[in-house]
């Protein structure tokens, strides 16, 4: 018999905020030492009470905007009871019965075609902290606690472990390009619900669940061996399965039972009194709405209709800062793929020398515009473009006041140029004759003396037409 | 037996309860389970008095986390025969001129009310709950113990107002706590249930009491309404929950006491809490967490929420008629000391007396050995009826 399988997902992500979700601690992320990001709130001190960051509620609903779900006008929070000593309050606060996002789809494009994922909800909660275990003593390291999350629940949609791998690569790409989260290692972790049914069977196996995993190769692994599991439970009666949380063991590959004492708790949820329902009303949606980054489908078939290649697309919405000043630069007028050749190859080069990645890129979109401009004009050439270009990244001095004071702009004429070609075909008789004896390197070496001798000023292209010619002649 | 846990100044003329955090201070609600604790702030209400230079005398003695009847519980004071209140007996003795408590389950109300003094519960939302060790949010209230209506006018005036820092503090302007509104032409209901309920001697007190408002010119009259029962469960269930929820903070891991013997982390949670927490307190964490539990939740937890609105429509029904409710505190004119495996049942059956205001949020005024009820934000028609029979004179 061919079997299926049933997959649910459960993603917990990070949100990239300032502050934690009911404190003003910065996120741990800011954090140096154990304990660096914590306050009396986030300790769960008497007294203190949680006060709602604006921005979660923002990110969240970004989120479930680009996951195209129903945005809920009034949210709730819920308090959830257990006790662990890196829960400070010994509940976690979250929401139970009005999440803020409901009805979501997502369409996946997998190598059997599309495939819609729906989304049963996203809520907003709270970290935990981090127990360290040193020798036979345990420490507790608060700097998680509180930090933002969202937590993604999907319905049993997924019939493959490639699907999945599509899903969250796909989260993980929004996200990062909607300013959601930097889902770095570890900001993203999954709880994969796993049945399966004979093909063609519209009733559902044994669920089981499989707890907490950080990295998408061990999801996939966990999903292919417990599918497995389970066929094999059905087929050769191997085992019998029951309902029951698994956690996934790296070192084996396997799925393991976990202790019926770690999963049968009563969470006893109930409202709580310290948070006042969150009310979104039309006029905070739209002002959310208008500051959300174009969809990254949308966004990635634009690039290419201008004819930017597939990798410069994957830089660029991978890139949030690049990808926004190209989008910038193109609103002033300058062309796409050109644009994008100067970002992702001449600011990219700049950031490199100086020990940077494209990520740390502080460039004005007026400045670009301004160098792109001058260049695609024929006021200055393309190395000079590119030195304007390397001044204003590692100074900030203004691009046309930088050219005016190096002569960038002062375009040799035709006959200057021959004049200065002829000069140094004289002064190189060694390389000349090097070239005539079919030395090709010979020929850029007297290109680069005839751009020494112009100081830049002449338009390189008519440079190497003027020198072809003149050799040609030779 | 001392009236302060910890005292702080000759000079004070404030004095706050062990539930209000003093920056730097023990502050242990009355529980061994917090000992040793010192916060890292002050109350907000504690510093907004500050800042108007006036000084806290010290903290005084709660009974465990306030859930007692008028503080005979507390881990740190000793047994007494009489029970009366510490901040309230500090008032009436006039060694401070108000005092700072916390209205979780009508402690204060029923202590000002044996001692003769004044305590109002205003406004659900006036005073910031920002360092208050809470147990019960959605009803717990700082509120003024004074020897007239005049000085808690004033303290409230100090005290109430918008606080960012708590996110269930109201967002008004301005608060009115005048005592000397017309009383003529107010209209008092004396609730029938309430008065059956109530000892001969309290009966008495209230009937007197309505007397002397109509000698002021207010019209008062008996009425009929059986919400006090349903609202007194309702919020014993509410408040139960919360607070079970809310002190499960206290583990013997971060802070307070821990339990000397233990092999392991659970051993570590149960035997401090065995040691930390009074009978009662263990009485109503079992009872909160009982009707927070899966198959309890709907009928328990679920059906006082729906109580908790219904009875607030219909209180609001009442008080079209009427400008206040006046009702006994407490149901004895006196308390004797008792077991306190009798705790739990007790302070739920004098509660009958003071949990409306608790579960919807309407203020309440002691005084003179009886309780004004009244409209949410109505504090200054409760401090002017108060107000007019103290101006007229006569003891009980
Ligand atoms: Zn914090």
Not at chain 1, 157 to 168: I, K, N
Not at chain 1, 308 to 323: Q, V, Y
Not at chain 1, 460 to 474: V, Y
Request: glycine fraction near 8%; hydrophobic fraction near 40%.
């Amino acid at each position: 018999m061919r079997y299926e399988m049933v997959v649910g997902l459960e993603t917990h992500v990070e949100l990239s905020t300032n502050s934690k979700i009911f404190c003003s601690c910065g996120g741990h992320s800011a954090a140096k030492e154990p304990n660096d990001c914590v306050c009396p709130a986030c300790c769960g001190m008497p007294g203190m009470l949680p006060v709602m960051n604006k921005r979660v509620v923002e990110l969240a609903v970004t989120a479930g905007l680009m996951l195209n779900c129903e945005i809920s006008r009034y949210t709730t929070f819920d308090k959830k009871n257990y006790y662990y000593p890196d829960l400070p309050c010994s509940y976690q606060i979250t929401q139970l019965n009005h999440p803020i996002c409901t009805n979501g789809c997502v369409t996946l494009k997998t190598t059997s075609g599309e495939r819609d994922i729906h989304i049963k909800q996203i809520h907003m909660e709270e970290d935990a902290g981090k127990l360290v275990h040193v020798g036979k003593a345990s420490y507790i390291d608060f700097n998680r606690t509180s930090v933002p999350l969202i937590e993604i629940v999907t319905q049993p949609d997924f019939r493959s472990a490639e699907e999945v791998l599509v899903y969250l690569n796909k989260l993980k790409t929004m996200f990062r390009s909607g300013g959601i989260s930097e889902c770095e290692e570890g900001a993203m972790r999954c709880d994969v619900n796993v049945s399966v049914r004979p093909e063609g069977s519209t009733e559902f196996g044994v669920r089981t669940e499989i707890k907490n995993m950080a990295s998408f190769e061990s999801i996939e692994r966990a999903i292919r061996y417990e599918v497995q599991r389970h066929i094999d439970a059905i087929e050769f009666e191997t085992e019998e399965l029951v309902q029951e949380t698994r956690r996934f063991d790296e070192a084996s590959g396997k799925t393991f039972a976990m202790r019926n004492k770690e999963t049968a708790a009563d969470y006893r949820y109930f409202p709580d009194a310290n948070l006042m329902p969150v009310i979104i009303d039309e006029e905070w949606l739209e002002e959310i709405k208008a500051k959300m980054p174009a969809a990254i489908d949308e966004k990635a078939d634009y690039y290419r209709e201008a004819g930017i290649s597939e990798k410069e697309i994957d830089m660029l919405i991978h890139n949030h800062n690049a990808g926004e000043l190209l989008d910038r630069v193109v609103a002033l007028g300058c062309d796409a793929k050109g644009a994008a050749g100067w970002i992702l190859t001449d600011c990219a080069g700049i950031l490199r020398k100086n020990g940077k990645l494209l990520g740390d890129l502080e460039l004005g979109a007026k400045d670009l515009a301004a160098i792109i401009k001058m260049v695609d004009d024929g006021r200055v050439n393309r190395m000079s473009g590119r030195k304007i270009l390397t001044a204003v990244m590692e100074t900030g001095v203004d691009p046309a006041a930088y050219c005016r004071e190096n002569a960038l702009d002062a375009q040799a004429d035709r006959a200057t140029v021959e004049r200065v070609i002829d000069t140094v075909l004289n002064e190189n008789a060694k390389a000349l004759e090097d070239y005539r004896n079919g030395k090709v390197k010979a020929k850029q070496a007297l290109f680069g003396a005839c751009m020494k001798a112009l100081k830049n000023t002449a338009d390189t292209a008519l440079i190497r037409e003027l020198l072809d010619e003149r050799l040609s002649q030779c | 037996m001392s009236d302060y846990v910890v005292k702080l100044s000759d000079q004070g003329t404030v004095a706050v309860d062990d539930t209000i955090l003093v920056k730097g201070v023990q502050a242990a609600a009355g529980s061994r389970i917090l000992e040793g604790f010192r916060p890292l702030f002050s109350a907000e209400a504690v510093t907004r008095l500050e800042k108007k230079g006036y000084v806290v005398s010290g903290k005084t003695q709660v009974g465990e986390f306030g859930l007692d009847l008028v503080g005979e519980f507390s881990y740190y004071a000793d047994k007494e025969e009489e029970l009366t209140g510490a901040a309230a007996g500090l008032v009436s003795r006039g060694a401070v001129k108000a005092a700072l408590g916390v209205d979780l389950n009508g402690a204060p109300r029923r202590a000002a009310a044996l001692s003769g003094v004044d305590f109002l519960k205003p406004t659900y939302g006036t005073v910031s709950r920002y360092g208050v060790i809470s147990c019960a949010a959605s009803g717990e209230q700082i509120g003024v113990y004074a020897g007239n209506v005049e000085s808690i006018g004033e303290i409230m005036g100090v005290i109430a107002g918008h606080d960012g820092k708590d996110g269930t503090s109201l967002r008004e302007e301005s608060y009115d706590y005048r005592t000397d509104l017309a009383v003529r032409g107010k209209k008092v209901c004396i609730v029938r249930e309430l008065l059956d309920r109530a000892d001969g001697e309290v009966r008495g007190r209230v009937e007197a009491y309505g007397e002397k408002l109509r000698k002021n010119g207010a019209a008062v009259e008996e009425v009929s309404c059986d919400l006090f029962e349903t609202a007194n469960t309702a919020w014993q269930i509410l408040m139960d929950a919360e607070t079970c929820n809310n002190v499960s903070r206290y583990d013997g891991v971060k802070f307070g006491h821990r339990a000397a013997e233990y092999k392991n982390i659970d051993e570590l949670y149960v035997n401090t809490r065995t040691e930390g927490f009074n009978f009662l307190t263990k009485a109503v964490i079992l009872y909160g967490s009982d009707v927070l539990s899966k198959g309890r939740y709907e009928d328990c937890y679920g059906k006082s929420l729906k109580v908790r609105r219904v009875v607030a429509e219909r209180f609001a029904e009442l008080m079209k008629d009427y400008d206040a409710v006046l009702a006994p505190a407490c149901g004895k004119a006196a308390y004797k000391a008792y077991d306190i495996r009798d705790a739990f049942e007790t302070v739920f059956q004098e509660s009958v007396f003071t949990s409306v205001p608790n579960l919807t949020g309407i203020p309440a005024l002691a005084c003179g050995g009886v309780q004004l009820m009244g409209k949410a934000l109505n504090e200054s028609v409760l401090l002017s009826l108060a107000g007019s029979v103290e101006r007229a004179g006569g003891s009980l």
